[in-house]
C-alpha cells in the first residue's frame, strides 16, 4: 500500500481516458440533453425542466417494471450464490477431471445471449422441446408463453443454467489459493466438515465472494436478450424487466425525452448500489 | 473411508450440474442434425436420419457465414484495442498513486455497471453522427464501453501480484520504460494478458443488444442475423439450431486455450 505518488502516471491513462469519454461521456450527454427537453418533432427542442423525471418516476408501469427487476435479481441471488458455493466445494481439485470439469462448465458463459435465449425457447417447447416435453408427459401443465408463473420460472432456471458456473469458478479460484496448512491444522484440531467451512473456506471465499455479489447483481438488474428472445416480455408484461422496457421505449416508439430520464433513473439506481458493494469490498480488502 | 465417501458424492453432484449444464446443449446440437419434418413431426431423443444439411445451407450461404466473419472481425478488433489502451493504464494503477486515481478507477468501473439500453440510442445517433454506422469499427469501439474498464480491472490485479523490485532492478540496469514494459512486464503478466483477453473476447462475442443497434448489412453480426431469421421463417428450426451451435464453437475453442488460467482469471487475479 506504499505505492509512490507520480502524477506523470497520468499519461499511461490517458488512452484509456481518451477512448472512454468518447464511447461513454459523449453518448451520456446525449442522454442527459434528451432528458431535460421537449420536441415537436423538425428537431425542435425546448426545455422541459424535470418534467420527464417526474412522469417517469409516476408511471405505474415504470414502478411495476423495476419492482419485478429487483425480484428477479434478488431470486437470481439467492439462488446462484449459495449454489456456486455448493458447486464449487464439489469440484474436482487437481487433474484430467479438473481441467474438463472446468472447460464444461464455462461453456455457457461463452454461448451468445440471443442463442441462450433460443437453447431455453426451444428446450422448454411443449411439442418440439425436451424439458416441455417431458413435463407434458408428467401431466404437469407447463406453458411458458401463456402462463406468468411458467414464465418466471423458466427464465429463472435459463438464467442459473447461465450463470451459476461464474459464481461456482470465482469460489473454486478462491479455495484453491488455500494453503494445505490450514486443512492439516483443522484435521488435528478435528475440525467439523461445517467448521472447516464456516472458519476457513468461507473467510477465504469472501473476496471472490464479493466480486461474484456484485457482477451477477449489475448483470441480472441489466438483463435483456435472454428473456426477450424467450418470452418478448411477456405473457403481458409479466416479465418485462427495466431493459425490455427502456427498450421498448427508447427504439421502438422514439420517446426520447422519457426514455433518457428513465435511463438516467435506472443508471443512478445500479451506480448506487453497486458504489455500496464496491465500498464494502475495498474496506473488507483494506482490513485483511 | 470418510473422504472417500466424500468425494463420491461429489462426484454424484457434480455429474447431476453437469448433466444440467449439458443437456440443453446437447438438444440444440440433436435439433440441428435433424429436417424439419423430423423435428415437428416425431419427438426422438436422438435423430433418427442425421443430416448435415442445415450445416450446408449456412456455410454456403453469404448471407449467413458472413454474420459469423463479422462477428470475428470486431471482437478481434475491440480485444486488440482495449488491451492496447489497457495495460499501460493498469500499470499506472498498480504501481503509482496520482491525483484523482481512486475516483477514476471507480468511474472506469461504472461503466462496466452501465446498462447496454440506456447507451443504444446515443451510440446509434453518434456513430450515425460520425459516418461510422454499420462498420466494423463502430461496434469495436462500442464494446469499449464495457471490455476497456474490465480488462483494466483484470490486468491490474494480475500486475499487483509481480513484485515492485523487478521493474526497480530494471530501471537500475538502464532499461528505458517502454523496452522494459515491452521485453521484461509483458511476459511476466502473459497470463494475466490471455485472461483479459479471453474475457474481452467473450463479452464482445456474447453481447447483442449493442452489435445489432450499430449495424444493417455490411457488419451485420451472427446473433443478429439469427434473430432475423426466426421473425421471418419463424418454422426454421433446423437452420437456427446450427447457427446456434456454430455460435458456440469459438467460444469453446478459445476456452480450450486459457483452461489452466481459467478459474484465476475468473477471479480476476485478486485471489
Redesign the interface.
Given at each position: 500500500m506504499d505505492k509512490p505518488v507520480n502524477n506523470r502516471a497520468w499519461f499511461l491513462v490517458l488512452p484509456v481516458l481518451v477512448l472512454v469519454a468518447f464511447s461513454a461521456v459523449i453518448p451520456l450527454m446525449t442522454v442527459v440533453n434528451y432528458s431535460v427537453q421537449d420536441t415537436f418533432g423538425n428537431n425542435q427542442f425546448f426545455w422541459n425542466g424535470l418534467g420527464w423525471f417526474q412522469e417517469v418516476l409516476e408511471s405505474d408501469r415504470i414502478r411495476a417494471a423495476l419492482g419485478r427487476q429487483l425480484l428477479f435479481s434478488a431470486i437470481i441471488l439467492a439462488i446462484e450464490i449459495p449454489l456456486g458455493i455448493f458447486i464449487a466445494l464439489n469440484m474436482p481439485k487437481r487433474g484430467f477431471w479438473a481441467s474438463l470439469v472446468l472447460v464444461l462448465m464455462a461453456l455457457p458463459l461463452l454461448i451468445p445471449w440471443n442463442v441462450v435465449g433460443t437453447i431455453w425457447q426451444v428446450f422448454g417447447r411443449v411439442d418440439i422441446g425436451l424439458l416441455g416435453h417431458t413435463l407434458a408427459m408428467l401431466g404437469i401443465d407447463y406453458n411458458y408463453v401463456n402462463d406468468p408463473w411458467d414464465a418466471w420460472a423458466t427464465i429463472i432456471v435459463m438464467d442459473v443454467w447461465h450463470w451459476t458456473s461464474l459464481v461456482a469458478l470465482l469460489c473454486y479460484a478462491g479455495l484453491q489459493s488455500i494453503p494445505d496448512a490450514y486443512y492439516q491444522a483443522a484435521r488435528i484440531d478435528q475440525a467439523s466438515r461445517w467448521g472447516v467451512f464456516r472458519y476457513i473456506e468461507l473467510p477465504k471465499m469472501q473476496g471472490v465472494l464479493l466480486i461474484a455479489v456484485l457482477l451477477r447483481f449489475m448483470d441480472s438488474f441489466m438483463i435483456y436478450t435472454e428473456p426477450f428472445v424467450v418470452t418478448g416480455g411477456g405473457p403481458g408484461n409479466a416479465t418485462t424487466f427495466l431493459s425490455i422496457d427502456l427498450v421498448k421505449m427508447a427504439i421502438g416508439q422514439f420517446d426520447l425525452g422519457p426514455a433518457a430520464a428513465f435511463s438516467l433513473i435506472y443508471f443512478l439506481v445500479i451506480l448506487l448500489i453497486s458504489w455500496v458493494f464496491y465500498t464494502v469490498m475495498t474496506v473488507q480488502r483494506d482490513r485483511t | 473411508m470418510t473422504t472417500a465417501r466424500a468425494s463420491r458424492?461429489?462426484a454424484v453432484?457434480?455429474t447431476l450440474?453437469?448433466l444440467?449444464?449439458?443437456?440443453?446443449?446437447y438438444?440444440?446440437v440433436n435439433?440441428s442434425l435433424k429436417t424439419n419434418a423430423e423435428?415437428?413431426g416425431t419427438?426422438s431423443?436422438w435423430p433418427l436420419n442425421p443430416t448435415l444439411n442445415n450445416y450446408r445451407i449456412i456455410l454456403t450461404d453469404p448471407s449467413w457465414y458472413m454474420g459469423y466473419v463479422n462477428s470475428l472481425i470486431y471482437v478481434v478488433l475491440n480485444t486488440a484495442?482495449s488491451l492496447?489502451?489497457?495495460l499501460?493504464?493498469a500499470?499506472?494503477?498498480s504501481?503509482?498513486?496520482?491525483?484523482g486515481?481512486k475516483h477514476?478507477f471507480?468511474w472506469?468501473?461504472?461503466?462496466?455497471?452501465?446498462?447496454?439500453?440506456?447507451?443504444?440510442?446515443?451510440?446509434?445517433?453518434?456513430y450515425s453522427a460520425v459516418g461510422l454506422f454499420d462498420t466494423h469499427i463502430a461496434v469495436a469501439?462500442?464494446h469499449?464501453?464495457f471490455n476497456?474498464?474490465l480488462a483494466?480491472w483484470i490486468l491490474e490485479g494480475f500486475m499487483s501480484g509481480v513484485p515492485r523490485e523487478i521493474d526497480e532492478t530494471a530501471y537500475i540496469d538502464g532499461y528505458s520504460f517502454p523496452r522494459f514494459f515491452t521485453r521484461i512486464f509483458m511476459p511476466l503478466i502473459a497470463s494475466g494478458i490471455g485472461v483479459a483477453a479471453f474475457f474481452c473476447f467473450?463479452f464482445s462475442?456474447?453481447?447483442?443488444?449493442l452489435s445489432r443497434?450499430l449495424t444493417s448489412v455490411n457488419a451485420k453480426p451472427?446473433?443478429a442475423t439469427?434473430?432475423r431469421t426466426?421473425s421471418a421463417s419463424g418454422l426454421d428450426?433446423g437452420v437456427?439450431?446450427a447457427a446456434?451451435v456454430l455460435?458456440?464453437l469459438?467460444?469453446?475453442l478459445?476456452?480450450?486455450f486459457v483452461?489452466?488460467y481459467?478459474?484465476?482469471g475468473?477471479?480476476?487475479g485478486?485471489?
Open positions: - | 458424492g461429489s453432484v457434480m450440474y453437469l444440467f449444464l449439458l443437456v440443453p446443449i438438444w440444440l435439433m423435428i415437428t419427438f431423443l484495442l492496447a489502451v489497457a499501460p493504464a500499470y499506472a494503477f504501481r503509482y498513486r496520482f491525483l486515481d477514476l471507480f472506469l468501473l461504472t461503466n462496466r455497471m452501465a446498462p447496454p439500453a440506456v447507451f443504444a440510442l446515443p451510440f446509434f445517433q453518434l469501439l462500442a469499449c464501453l476497456v474498464p483494466v467473450m462475442w456474447v453481447e447483442l443488444l443497434t451472427i446473433a439469427m434473430t426466426v428450426w437456427l439450431a446456434g455460435t458456440i469459438p467460444g469453446a478459445v476456452i480450450w483452461r489452466n481459467i478459474a484465476k475468473f477471479a480476476l485478486r485471489v
